[in-house]
């Protein structure tokens, strides 16, 4: 395939086209000139025995007239003979006024009529072309009145004389001549075409090459690549100019790739001063949370410390007054349950600001998500019995395990589950399904209930701080923001549908490798809140 290529590009090239072009003007131009010479010489072998032909009729005339006045015919017949069989002469002839071959070199035609010629005609006889000249024998006035046989002098034709001419040998020599024209332009155009070709090589073909192979380098993305410049015509511009076209864009290359490179560290700081104030935006709406959640936190912290203190000073005062504890016992169970509850409640609400507040270490492992599951049902089955609520769990056996942090994912799943069965206070159902993506790049969990539902107002906002559904006193709106954290330090997604009277339906959509490397600190600690 690689030599009919190499044909191909060879028959379309210019040098071939050039040569081509020579070689059809030669061609025609020697053939014309064959032509033309070889006509012009016919017709100067033709004319060269045509005058031959007069010579001999004047010859034969001035021969046969003395016959003829003596009305020798012997003699005569014996000229035409001798003459007839002379080189060149085909047929000689002599016819009376009758149009009767009186006289003939061929003794077959005697007596006959004269065969019908014109003056001067070519004929062909046995392949070989005949010449035939016609002359009218005059009555001259010798001829008129001599004694043995006087023709009236009003008769001014006595007979015709007539020679045939074999024009082989002039046809020979012009075929010899014409062969050796042929063979000399053979020789002319083999010289012609070889110094030609050789001329087209050094001047076309050679240049042509060197741009076309330059071409190809620059093709294939050797910018600056330069050509040899042998000659001042055109070929040699054009050289020139492919030259100045490789070095302008190697200059552009070269300018584009300094910008790109200018173009990449300028993003670069800009990405590095965009994450700084990135930061400086997240410390400062962090501060404001935690702001809010101070006050939060202070005005639910008061209430469960004043019971304390007050329990606290009862008890100290009993003591203090000598009191038999055995007349208080009951009172002081009661005080010391309900430090015990107060302080509970306390600790709880320190340990979510906490939670809130803190970055934790991710520890990144192989989850098994239908154990998680599994794991915060069994937390949670007392008080899904106490509250006559259903669950129904959708795990499939060959669901794959995603990489992330178990005690997050755990906390997730149960703080999502908690919320549902908190808005089924009079029973319901509770359905978590978990299902991979049909092209397996990651897994989507759902946590349904058919509970109260959620406020329309509320959606848009659902999982910012301190935004809750519950009853006042029983949570700060700090559980579905944590969650919103760990989803998104995860590399996740999680969406929400609901309908007030109907339930809830939670989707958490979790990629199988999230890319944690590429996280930065920043953001890590923006996924916090």
């Known amino acids: 395939m690689t030599a009919v290529a190499g044909f191909r590009r060879a028959g379309t090239s210019l040098q071939t086209k050039l040569f081509a072009a020579i070689l059809g003007v030669l061609l025609l131009s020697l053939s014309v000139l064959g032509f033309v010479v070889t006509r012009m010489q016919r017709r100067h072998a033709e004319s060269s025995r045509l005058a031959a032909a007069s010579r001999i009729n004047e010859v034969v005339r001035q021969a046969t007239s003395y016959s003829m006045l003596r009305n020798d015919r012997a003699a005569l017949q014996q000229i035409v003979g001798a003459v007839g069989a002379g080189s060149g002469v085909v047929g000689l002839r002599i016819s009376d006024a009758t149009g009767r071959v009186a006289f003939s070199s061929i003794l077959k035609e005697l007596g006959r009529p004269r065969p019908e010629t014109a003056e001067n005609r070519i004929t062909w006889l046995g392949g070989t072309r005949i010449l035939s000249t016609t002359t009218p024998i005059l009555n001259a006035a ?6 043995c046989h006087a023709h009236p002098a009003q008769q001014r034709v006595l007979g015709v004389l007539d020679i045939d001419f074999s024009l082989a040998d002039a046809d020979t020599e012009v075929r010899q001549t014409s062969e050796q024209f042929i063979a000399l332009a053979a020789l002319l155009i083999a010289l012609t075409l070889g110094t030609t070709g050789i001329v087209l090589w050094r001047l076309v073909g050679a240049p042509v090459h060197v741009l076309r ?30 030259n100045s076209m490789s070095r302008q864009l190697e200059e552009a290359r070269n300018e584009i790739t300094a910008w790109t490179r200018t173009l990449e560290e300028r993003v670069q700081q800009k990405t590095v001063e965009l994450r700084v104030a990135q930061r400086q935006m997240i410390e400062a709406e962090k501060l404001t949370s935690l702001g809010k959640l101070a006050a939060v936190v202070a005005h639910e912290i008061n209430n469960p410390l004043s019971a304390i203190l007050t329990d606290a000073k009862l008890m100290r005062k009993w003591i203090e007054r000598g ?5 208080h016992a009951t009172d002081m169970r009661e005080s010391l349950q309900l430090i015990e509850s107060e302080s509970r409640r306390t600790g709880e609400l320190v340990r979510n600001l906490l939670t809130f507040a803190r970055v934790a270490p991710m520890n990144i492992t192989d989850v098994d998500l239908n154990h998680i599951v599994r794991q915060c049902m069994k937390l949670v089955a007392h008080k899904m019995a106490l509250g006559s609520i259903e669950s129904v769990l959708e795990l499939p056996d060959d669901l794959p395990t995603v990489r992330g942090d178990a005690n997050q994912l755990e906390q997730l799943v149960l703080a999502l589950t908690m919320n549902a069965i908190d808005a089924m206070p009079r029973e319901g159902q509770l359905r978590i399904a978990a299902r991979a993506a049909s092209d397996r790049s990651h897994v989507v969990i759902t946590i349904s209930d058919n509970g109260v539902g959620i406020p329309k107002s509320l959606l848009p906002r659902l999982f910012n701080p301190f935004v809750t559904t519950k009853e006042e006193g029983k949570g700060v709106g700090l559980g579905l923001a944590i969650s919103r954290s760990i989803i998104d330090r995860h590399q996740g997604k999680i969406e929400v549908q609901s309908e007030e009277g109907k339930g809830t339906t939670f989707t958490i959509t979790l990629p199988l490798v999230p890319e944690m490397s590429a996280m930065p600190p920043e953001q890590e600690e923006a996924f916090a809140i």
Do not use: K, M, N, Y
């Open 142 to 147: 010798s001829c008129a009145t001599a004694a």
């Open 213 to 242: 192979h330059g071409t190809e380098r620059l093709r294939q993305g050797e910018l600056g690549v330069q050509i040899p410049v042998e000659s001042d015509d055109e070929l040699g511009a054009l050289a020139e100019s492919f």
């Open 323 to 327: 009191d038999s504890l055995e007349a």
